[in-house]
C-alpha cells in the first residue's frame, strides 16, 4: 500500500522482515498500513526519515489519533516499524527516552559513564537510573539550570534522601540503594557537579539478614507443577523445557533468558551457561533436562533466525527476558494450584534436592556455580537430620 512517500524505497524489505519473524498475513498487512500512513505523514509534513525523532514520533501518533484511527496508536505499536528502520540506518537511533531538560541531559549523561566506564549491565543501567532520577528530582537545588544546581548539594540533602529510601524497603533493597547512590555521587564529583566527593558520606548498608531456612518446593509440588504443562502445545513444551531446567539444574532466570542455541553441546552433553560477572561454565545436561529440552526444538520452537534457545510464541518470536521466566513460573504455579513463586525458589528447590539426596556442600556450590561456598551453606540449614547429629544437647536436658 506504499505508492509514494520517503518510505516506499524501504516497503519491500520491510514486508520480507516482518515475514522472516513470522508475522501472520493480515498482522503484517497491519503494519504495513501503519508504514504507509507514516510515509504520507512524513510526505505532508516535508520530513526526512533522517530527522524522525521520538518527539516527532509522538506528534505523529497524536495525528493518527485525530485522524480517526482505533490501532496502534501508542510507542508500543511502532516499535516493530522503527525497530526496522534503524537497523538499516533509515531513521536515528533512540539512544535515549530521557527528556530534552537539565536532568534528562544528565541522566544520559550518567547512562555513558557507567556504560563506557564501568561496564554495567543493561538492566543495572536501567535500574541505577530510574533510582538517580528519583534522587535528582528529590534533591536537586535547582533542577531548571544547566547543572541543577548540584555545586551546592550537601551531604544532609543525601542522608535525608537515603533515610527516606530505607525506611521503606527491605535489607537487600537497601543495599542497591546505597551501592546505586554511591555511584551516582562519584559520577557527579568525577564530572564537576559537585565540588566535593559526597559519597563517603553514604553509611554501609545493613548486613544480611539471616531469614531463616530456605522454603523450597516439595518433591509432590514439583511433580504438580511439571504434569500441569499441555505438552500437547508450543507453549507447554517451552514452559516444561525451562521448568525442568530450573528444576534440575538451579539456573537464574537471567541465565536461562540468555542461553542460544549455540550453548548446547548435544554430542558430549554439556550446555555452556553465562552467568553473574559473565562467568561461562559448562554443566552436564541430565537425561530429563536434554530430552525437553530436545523435544521443544523439535516440535514446539518456531523455525527463525533468531539463535536464541526459548522464545516467544507469538511474533516476533523475540527471546525471552528475565520477567518472562520469572512470570512463566508464576504462571505454572497457579495452574498447578500452587502458591505463586518465583524463578529463584526452583533454585532453592534444586539445591535442596541435591542436598537431601546426600551431595556435599562443595559439589552443590559447582552446580550453583557459587564463586563461594559459604554462599551455598545456607542449604546447610534445610538438613535438619545431619544438624541434629552435631548438635549439643541442652544442659538438664532428658536425652
Known amino acids: 500500500p506504499i505508492a509514494s512517500g520517503p518510505l516506499a524505497p524501504y516497503a519491500n524489505g520491510y514486508r520480507e522482515e516482518l515475514e522472516r519473524l513470522g508475522y501472520s498475513p493480515w498482522t503484517a498487512s497491519a503494519h504495513m498500513y501503519l508504514m504507509a500512513h507514516l510515509s504520507r505523514w512524513l510526505d505532508e509534513v516535508g520530513l526526512d526519515p533522517s530527522g524522525?525523532?521520538?518527539?516527532?514520533?509522538?506528534?505523529?501518533?497524536?495525528?493518527?489519533?485525530?485522524?480517526?484511527?482505533?490501532?496502534?496508536?501508542?510507542?508500543?505499536?511502532?516499535?516493530?516499524?522503527?525497530?526496522?528502520?534503524?537497523?538499516?540506518?533509515?531513521?536515528?537511533?533512540?539512544?535515549?527516552?530521557?527528556?530534552?531538560?537539565?536532568?534528562g541531559r544528565l541522566l544520559r549523561e550518567f547512562s555513558h559513564y557507567?556504560?563506557?566506564?564501568?561496564?554495567?549491565?543493561?538492566?543495572t543501567v536501567a535500574g541505577?537510573?530510574?533510582?538517580?532520577?528519583?534522587?535528582?528530582?528529590?534533591c536537586a537545588p535547582d533542577p531548571n539550570v544547566e547543572s541543577c544546581g548540584l555545586s551546592g548539594l550537601g551531604a544532609q540533602e543525601v542522608s535525608a534522601f537515603l533515610v527516606a529510601e530505607c525506611t521503606r524497603c527491605s535489607a537487600g533493597t537497601a543495599g542497591n540503594v546505597v551501592a546505586g547512590l554511591r555511584v551516582l555521587l562519584r559520577f557527579l564529583y568525577l564530572h564537576g557537579y559537585t565540588a566535593t566527593s559526597l559519597d563517603a558520606c553514604v553509611p554501609m548498608a545493613p548486613a544480611w539478614k539471616d531469614t531463616g531456612r530456605s522454603q523450597p518446593l516439595g518433591l509432590a509440588e514439583v511433580h504438580r507443577l511439571l504434569a500441569n504443562c499441555d505438552r500437547r502445545t508450543s507453549s507447554g513444551r517451552r514452559d516444561f523445557a525451562i521448568l525442568t531446567m530450573l528444576v534440575r539444574l538451579g539456573l537464574r532466570a537471567n541465565e536461562v533468558a540468555s542461553?542460544?542455541?549455540?550453548?548446547?553441546?548435544?554430542?558430549?552433553?554439556?550446555?555452556?551457561?553465562?552467568?553473574?560477572?559473565?562467568?561461562?561454565?559448562?554443566?552436564?545436561?541430565?537425561?530429563?533436562?536434554?530430552?525437553?529440552?530436545?523435544?521443544?526444538?523439535?516440535?514446539?520452537?518456531p523455525r527463525n533466525g533468531n539463535r536464541a534457545l526459548f522464545l516467544q510464541v507469538r511474533a516476533p518470536y523475540a527471546a525471552l527476558t528475565p520477567d518472562m521466566v520469572s512470570a512463566l513460573v508464576g504462571r505454572a504455579c497457579r495452574r498447578a494450584a500452587l502458591p505463586v513463586v518465583g524463578a529463584h525458589r526452583l533454585r532453592h528447590t534444586s539445591a535442596s534436592a541435591m542436598r537431601r539426596e546426600g551431595a556435599p556442600l562443595f559439589e552443590i556450590s559447582q552446580v550453583l556455580r557459587h564463586r563461594f561456598v559459604a554462599s551455598t551453606a545456607l542449604y546447610a540449614k534445610d538438613d535438619l537430620d545431619a544438624l541434629a547429629r552435631i548438635a549439643r544437647a541442652w544442659p538438664g536436658a532428658q536425652p
Open 128 to 138: 541505577r537510573l530510574r533510582f538517580a532520577r528519583r534522587f535528582l528530582q528529590a
Open 259 to 301: 542461553l542460544s542455541l549455540d550453548d548446547l553441546d548435544w554430542r558430549t552433553g554439556a550446555i555452556s551457561v553465562t552467568g553473574k560477572g559473565g562467568r561461562h561454565d559448562r554443566l552436564p545436561i541430565p537425561d530429563d533436562v536434554g530430552k525437553a529440552v530436545a523435544d521443544y526444538c523439535r516440535r514446539g520452537r
Open 52 to 103: 524522525f525523532t521520538p518527539e516527532q514520533a509522538r506528534q505523529f501518533l497524536a495525528d493518527r489519533r485525530s485522524s480517526g484511527q482505533v490501532r496502534r496508536l501508542t510507542p508500543r505499536g511502532l516499535i516493530p516499524l522503527l525497530g526496522y528502520l534503524r537497523g538499516i540506518g533509515a531513521v536515528p537511533e533512540d539512544l535515549s527516552t530521557e527528556r530534552d531538560d537539565p536532568i
Open 114 to 123: 557507567m556504560v563506557s566506564e564501568r561496564g554495567s549491565a543493561q538492566r
